[in-house]
């Protein structure tokens, strides 16, 4: 990694040999390393249109002009690359990250970004809370005597990395006098942090170059890799008891340790084998006083590319700094929620946290709206600088859609935020993408609600910003569409023909809410919405009110039949049994029909309605011949106890109207099927037109 010695060495071999195309582009790489773009993309251009050259400088000169914040340019060179090497992950969220470029630019004025005065001409990075103050890391150079120089660092007059401290001012906010950490006690011949603690500020791993006998180890490659050392920590600051992390390694780097409030759990980056790509971050969990094996953190944060620098807040905050997700150049800060034991998708912090430079190391205090990163943007004082952050807003990341399908995206949703008073404080309309962003005050309670043409959303979606730290987290919105409908007709129970003009009322029982339509042709239809509960009714003038109770739970589409018969107002009803096959009216059934005489005598207006059945055994045609029957024996019956023939209107209807599940081709009892073989009659007031 010494990339300034490097580079002179392949500069002299592209001039002697301007043919050479991997000495210009290992010119070109240095001058990334050593944060030149402007050099890079001198040298990563021509290489563009050699032949024989590597793919992957489509990709490098892409990374290099965001580095110049020429990003519509970059995002052509992404797609090539993509293009090229269609199996490589890396380009498709870089991609995703530009075509949104605008959502993370918007929000620069709701984030202050504030230089700190403990900064220095050269690279300080790798900022901690210390007991009212900042552990660094820097490569200042506070040694009279003895200079440590490092050959991997941008400029040859930046010394090897050490452990800084300087303590705030709670009055004024500025940070006094900077000393090395301990007084220097514990300071090696090699790179030396960053570090982080817990149990109290008793307890701290910090990540150190490898050594071994005290002297520096190498892998088989040559290079002097990280590892991570534990110590314990006096009040003084001076670290004793040091002692390796037991799942170090030589063959690769494992360092940038940060620790949950507990002390629990650890986290990590480190480049050891079958990880996702470079870099990935990792965790361990104490059990017992034992570290447990190192757990990848899964893909959800790590990428093909490197991640560094894990902060976990709130032991569900995870912060990390990453070049492998879509950002806005170099090295960005991201964030990832966990929920249900699990970290979900990484989100960029946007800008002005993020920037085309490099911003990195990012921690938090225990509120999480304010802390401190670094960053080698323009306009600091040295190579990386520390910055204080403060926010007073959360970020929301929604996608719009289609439930029971969320791999359908749906655009064009008009979605609303609404506050605990119910009022809209914001509202957006979904991207192409199927994307919406909003940006929320903390500690409030807030829901969203979606509006679209033939959809709809089952349940609005809360989102509560009540102790969050700082950060985007993503939601997602389920749009369902709107095919599930409740459908019948309306029959008279006594001439079997539709009812025009009768009121259908639909009673949501869960929402208690009610809907209506006046149905003029006999038929009713209604949308109803999944997982709910139901009652339809139907109102009509002169007959008896009738419906049913309907569930749709687990249902999201089609359409759910049921025709509704309804009885006209009566003032007496009887119903005689038949036997099987037979018409003649039984003798158990005169007591019944003696009722239907008397009430009629009473009733000198009254009129009677005589509705024959049969159940469904035999054909339809002899049974409609056989209910027939038995509506004229009924009538004669009454007809012989000197009620007049005008009065009565009798009608048979075969195997119509079932009243349970013994239809044609259904096994029934004898019992079942008699409940079918019947007669109904009903004493009538009669209907007179209004004049």
């Not at 440590?148 to 400029?155: D, F």
């Not at 998708?345 to 990012?362: H, I, Q």
């Not at 239809?525 to 997982?531: E, T």
Request: aromatic fraction near 14%; hydrophobic fraction near 35%.
């Amino acid at each position: 990694m010494a990339w300034r010695n490097a580079l002179e060495l392949y500069l002299r071999m592209a001039e002697k040999d301007p043919a050479d195309l991997h000495a210009r582009q290992r010119v070109a790489e240095c001058y990334v390393k050593l944060n030149d773009p402007v050099a890079a993309e001198i040298w990563y251009k021509p290489l563009l249109n050699e032949l024989g050259v590597s793919p992957s400088v489509k990709y490098e000169y892409a990374e290099v002009l965001c580095r110049s914040s020429r990003y519509n340019e970059a995002k052509k060179w992404y797609e090539e690359y993509q293009a090229a090497v269609p199996n490589d992950p890396l380009p498709k969220d870089k991609i995703e990250f530009l075509n949104n470029l605008n959502y993370y630019l918007k929000d620069s004025l709701l984030m202050k970004v504030i230089p700190i005065n403990l900064n220095s001409t050269h690279s300080d990075f790798g900022p901690q809370y210390f007991k009212g103050g900042l552990v660094f890391v820097s490569s200042r150079d506070l040694e009279l005597f003895i200079k440590r120089t490092s050959l991997a660092s941008q400029h040859e007059e930046e010394s090897l990395l050490d452990l800084y401290y300087s303590k705030k001012n709670t009055i004024t906010g500025d940070f006094g006098e900077v000393g090395l950490f301990g007084g220097g006690n514990t300071k090696s011949m090699y790179h030396d942090g960053p570090i982080a603690f817990y149990d109290h500020y008793k307890k701290a791993a910090f990540t150190r170059n490898n050594t071994r006998h005290g002297k520096s180890a190498f892998d088989s490659s040559g290079r002097r890799n990280l590892h991570i050392y534990f110590a314990e920590v006096e009040h003084s600051g001076t670290l004793r008891k040091i002692r390796p992390f037991i799942y170090n390694n030589d063959s690769s780097s494992t360092a940038h340790a940060s620790f949950s409030e507990d002390g629990k759990i650890m986290f990590f980056s480190s480049d050891r084998p079958k990880g996702y790509g470079g870099a990935d971050i990792y965790f361990c969990t104490n059990q017992k006083g034992e570290w447990s094996k190192p757990v990848n953190a899964g893909p959800a944060i790590n990428t093909a590319g490197d991640e560094f620098y894990p902060f976990i807040a709130n032991d569900s905050t995870l912060y990390f700094t990453s070049n492998g997700r879509g950002g806005f150049g170099g090295l960005d800060i991201f964030v990832s929620n966990k929920r249900k034991g699990k970290f979900h998708k990484a989100f960029n912090l946007g800008y002005p946290l993020n920037t085309s430079f490099d911003d990195f190391s990012m921690i938090t205090d225990s509120v999480g709206r304010t802390g401190y990163f670094a960053s080698n943007r323009k306009g600091g004082v040295g190579l990386d600088d520390i910055y204080l952050f403060v926010s007073d807003h959360y970020y929301i990341v929604g996608q719009t859609k289609e439930f029971g399908n969320l791999s359908k995206i749906i655009p064009d949703v008009s979605v609303y935020v609404v506050d605990e008073k119910g009022v809209i404080v914001d509202s957006t309309r979904s991207d192409a993408d199927g994307y919406v962003r909003f940006r929320l005050p903390h500690d409030e309670n807030f829901s969203f609600t979606v509006k679209k043409e033939g959809y709809d959303i089952l349940e609005d979606v809360g989102f509560s910003t009540m102790g969050h730290h700082y950060g985007i987290d993503s939601l997602a919105f389920p749009l369902w569409k709107r095919e599930l409908f409740a459908k019948g007709k309306i029959y008279s129970n006594e001439s079997h023909e539709h009812i025009q003009g009768s009121f259908v009322l639909l009673k949501n029982i869960t929402d208690h809410t009610v809907d209506s339509v006046y149905s003029d042709n006999g038929e009713y239809s209604f949308l109803v919405r999944p997982n709910k509960k139901y009652r339809v009714e139907v109102h009509k003038e002169g007959f008896i009110p009738d419906g049913f109770n309907l569930n749709t739970k687990d249902l999201y589409k089609g359409e759910l039949l049921n025709d509704i018969v309804l009885e006209e107002v009566y003032i007496k009803k009887e119903v005689a049994k038949f036997s099987y096959n037979k018409f003649d009216v039984p003798p158990e059934s005169f007591p019944y029909l003696n009722q239907i005489i008397r009430t009629l005598k009473k009733f000198p207006d009254a009129t009677l309605s005589i509705n024959a059945y049969a159940d469904s055994r035999g054909t339809k045609q002899y049974n409609q011949l056989l209910s027939d029957k038995r509506a004229e024996a009924t009538k004669k019956y009454i007809l012989q106890r000197g009620i007049a023939s005008g009065r009565i209107t009798a009608r048979g209807f075969g195997e119509e109207l079932i009243l349970n599940r013994c239809s044609d081709g259904v096994e029934c009892s004898e019992e079942e099927h008699s409940k079918n073989r019947r007669v109904e009659l009903k004493v009538q007031q009669p209907q007179h037109p209004l004049e």
